[in-house]
Each structure stands twice: as structure tokens, then as C-alpha cells.
């Protein structure tokens, strides 16, 4: 039977009706029946729990001379869980007597940000999308947003934090190498920890805690991977969780300090204590446990010999220049070959009643302390930059080839160590590539145009595409067509011929050239010059207008979609909730 619109409509007001009876009733129940009880649970002590990070051991040689250790450093941090406490919303009462909304923890960051931006000099802006898009996602884990304050701002900040909520300022310590550069290769470097490691750990730890919790519910079920009791799985979660990281930590990633990592970490501590609504620290609370430092390492080298035999590799490479030879058996003479600019090496001592090695030096060195972050921007670039160095990556190739640094080797004189340099120009690049005899120097010099580089490549393109053939069998019949003659008649492979066409590809590409270009006249040398400047420019036109955006355009994207931003916020803040 179908029902008449005002039916309908009854129908539906008595829904909302008792909806609106139910809300009212839990309301009273809780204003008057529970008042007192959530009065005293909302002035119950809240007990909070610290991690304590351990202090990560030393390394040291054979005769106890340290060669890694620790400095203390002290960072600001910020933690959301905490700040996830304060209501979102809450209505406060006007003077006249009205409820009015008010958004008190978007209110609470504000006036934290401002506060962090004052007492740390960061924009506040930035601070505030840290905490919305970074620390909000780490709950319980603090997020470092000031890494290696002075000892002045530490106790300021120590000192506000028990007024903020969710602000924290920590004492912990960096890793110190005072011997520099000796030894490098051998006790590494440590770095951040990355998604894969931290993820693996994580996943380890849960692994176990579930098996172990299911083992509770059901004995027969089988053990969790690599252990042969549920004893050893109870062992080895132990283990897991005393050393588990953070999202923070720094490990290991090479040598002595990736292969003994776990035993120089130490174990985590954990600290439990009870706080007022005013975050007062009431009393510590039992069952907290000290942090355990990691195990101080010794190894069988010798700081001293290992110095010595680094100064030796260093003194060498000037006294091998112009010593490289090879013997040719057509000739059977002696013929000079053409030497690297760095051209490295090792030396490897050993004690030969016990089999201890006691020195293992090899060139070229890093400096690990490199890859410890510093707080002041202009060192810690120039770290950056020494960090892509030793690991040669594509960023150090990149500024190599784009000039924004030299080439550097170690040179020795009365034994004060210092830094050779050398600018990759294009003709320093040919140099150091091709042997000074070489045919193909000689036609770099006299096709040393970016015309004569475009004519080359839109011959053999053209070419490729009129005969349907590959560029390799242009190259290798460029008789059959006189316009390449004159680029390859002087080189006899073709293997000559595809890395010449190649060179002048690398620094010139013809798709990125007009048909007719007015700058055809510049020599390759300029070019390359040139094209450097550019790039210096850019970069730093970028750093400029990089804040100009900030400061502009994206201020204005910012507050125009930051309410809705922080309302999907919300959304899955109760959703995971």
C-alpha cells in the first residue's frame, strides 16, 4: 500500500524526532549521571612513556686509540600524538551568553608554530605543513624538525615544553671520527635508515608478536621462521623490540659500522612517568628500564700505521707520474701509456706471527664525518657536496660536468696534506679521456664547432632515414657517402668513428639546435664554458625564485585549500581511530 506524502513526511519527522530524544537523553546521562566520573578521569593523571635512545659504542684500534665516537647534540621535536589529545572541536561560551565553534587544536598549532618559529627562526608556514603532512602521519614518533641546537636554545625549549604539548627537546648524541679520513674505508659511514630497513624491522617485530599472541589462543600452531621454540621467538621479539628503530635513527651503511651495527646500537631504554593535565611530571612510575649502551669495539689495526700507509699511498701517486708503461710485443720495447688523474690504490699490512691486519689503506679517502648532518646551511652543502663525491654518484658527475666543482686529488708536501684541483673543460675532458696521440683529439681540434658537430649529425640522420640503415653501418661505409668523408677518413675503426660522432653528440645535440643557428661560429670549448654558466645561474635563479613562490603563489594555494586539506585530515584521523 503506497503512502501519501504527508505520511511520508510524518514518518520521517518522528525519525528525526527520535534521534533528537536519544541525543538529549545521552546527553543528560552524561552532564549529570557520569559528571563526576568524567570530571576525575579528565583530571586522572596521563601516564606517558619516553623512549630513550642508547649511546651507539666506539671504535677503537689496537692500542685504544679512538677512532669513532660520540658528541653530544641536542634537537627540537615534535610529537603528534600528543597534540591529537587536544579536541578538535569544543563550543566556548560568548558573552552573551551564546556557544560559539571553535577549532581548538587548529588554533593550538597555530600558536605552536608561531612559537617554534620565533624561538628556532623557521617560517611558520613551514613548521605548520610539517606537522600536517609529516608529524601527523608518525603518531608517537617524534618528528625532527630542528636538528643540533646550541645548548641555549635546548633549555629554553626544554623548559616551554611543559606547557606545549606535543613539543619536545631531546638530548642525544652524533657520531664523531677524530682521526678524520685515516681509516675511512674501514670503519665506514653511517646514514639515515631508510623505508626499506625501517620497514623490515617493523615487520620482523610484528611477525613474531603475532605468532606469539595466536600461540596463546592456539598451541599447535608452527613456529615463526629461524626458531626452534616458541622460548627462542619470545627471545628474539625481545631483542627486536629492545633494538628497534626509529624513523630517525642513523645506521651503519658501510664498513665496520654496517657489519657490527647491531652490537655497537645498544639497546633502547624506556622511561614511565605520570603527568598532570598541565603536563607537570607528578612521579616516575616503575617497570622503567635504562638504556644499554652498545659494546665498544676493538680492532687488531693500528691508527698509526694505517696513517702512515694512507700518506704513503697519497706521496706515491705524484712519484707514479709518467712511470706508466707497458711492454708491446711487436716491438719488444718498453711503450708509455697514458695515466689517470687519480689513479688510486691499496696497501694491506699484516702481522705475520698472528695473521692480524694491522693497517688497510687504500686511496682516494672520504672523510665520514661528511655524512653527519650539520645545522648551518653553507656546511652542510659543502658536506653534501663531498658526500656525492665519495659515493660518485650522478649529482657529483652532473656539477663535475657542469663545472660547479673541480676535480680534487690529495697531494703531500712535508706532510701537510692538501686538495689538487682540476676544472673538467672540454678540452680538460678530451685530455682526460683520450691519449694525446690519438687521432681522434686531432679531429676534435679541427671539427671543433658546434657547426660542424650539427652538419655531422644531420648528415648521418638524414642518411639513416633515405637508406633505411643504422647509424653503426652509416659509419662503418661512409665512403659510399663523400659529405662524411671528410669527419672520418683519418680514423681507421669504426668503433673510432661512432665515438667521435658520439663525443660531439654529448655536448651538442642537434634536436636541440634550430635549423640555422646563429651561434655555429663558438668552438666547443666556449660552448661547454658557456652552457656551465648557464647552469650556475639557473640554480641559483631557481633558490630565488623557489622562496619567491613560497612566499607568493603557493601562500595563496595554501590558504585557500587548507581547510579542506585539514578536514580529510580529520576524516581519517576517525577513520583509523
Known sequence: MNKTV????????NLILLALIIIAARVWHLSVLQHDTKVEESRRPQKKTVILPAERGTIR????????????????????????EIPSVIFEKQADGSLQK?????RYIEDLCALISKELSLDKDYVEDLIYSKAAFLGATPLVIRDD??????????????????????????????????????????????????????GETRLFAEALNLHKEDESLPLPPDCSSWAEAEKKLKNLQDKAYTIHDRVGKSGVEATFDQILKGRIGKKFSLFDRKGTLLRSLTGSKDPIPGERLHLCLSAELQRFAEELLIDNEARREGRSFRFDCDTMRFEKIEEPWIKGGAI??????????????????????????????????????????????EDHIASLWDEREPLKRERIHEKDIFEEKLLITWQGFISLSLPHEDP???????????????NLQRRVYHICREKGLSEKEVVSRYEEFPELVPYFSNLKDTSDRLLFADLLRLLVAEELFEE???????????????????????????????????NTLFSKWREKNQTAFL??????????G
Open 102 to 106: 571553535v577549532f581548538k587544536r587548529k
Open 348 to 393: 694491506v699490512a699484516l702481522d705475520p706471527n698472528t695473521g692480524e691486519i694491522v693497517a688497510m689503506a687504500s686511496y682516494p679517502r672520504f672523510d665520514p664525518s661528511d655524512f653527519v648532518p650539520s645545522r648551518d646551511p653553507l656546511i652542510q652543502a659543502e658536506k653534501r657536496e663531498r658526500v656525492n663525491c665519495a659515493l660518485e654518484n
Open 6 to 13: 504527508p505520511e511520508k513526511a510524518n514518518l520521517i519527522l
Open 440 to 454: 681522434l683529439v686531432a679531429d676534435l681540434e679541427r671539427f671543433g664547432t658546434i657547426e660542424h658537430s650539427l
Open 516 to 550: 640555422k643557428t646563429p651561434f655555429g661560429s663558438l668552438t666547443l670549448d666556449e660552448y661547454k664554458e658557456l652552457t656551465a654558466n648557464y647552469k650556475k645561474l639557473e640554480r641559483l635563479l631557481k633558490k630565488k625564485l623557489s622562496l619567491a613562490f613560497r
Open 61 to 84: 684500534d689496537r692500542y685504544n686509540i679512538l677512532m669513532a665516537s660520540n658528541k653530544l647534540k641536542y634537537r627540537a621535536a615534535l610529537v603528534y600524538s600528543e597534540i591529537q
Open 149 to 202: 641546537l646550541d645548548e641555549k636554545h635546548y633549555y629554553r625549549l626544554q623548559a616551554l615544553a611543559r606547557n606545549w604539548p606535543g613539543l619536545r627537546a631531546e638530548m642525544t648524541s652524533k657520531r664523531f671520527y677524530p682521526l678524520g679520513k685515516v681509516g675511512c674505508d674501514v670503519i665506514g659511514y653511517m646514514g639515515a635508515i631508510n623505508r626499506d630497513e625501517y620497514q623490515k624491522v617493523i
Open 567 to 576: 578536514k580529510e585530515k580529520r576524516a581519517l584521523e576517525k577513520k583509523e
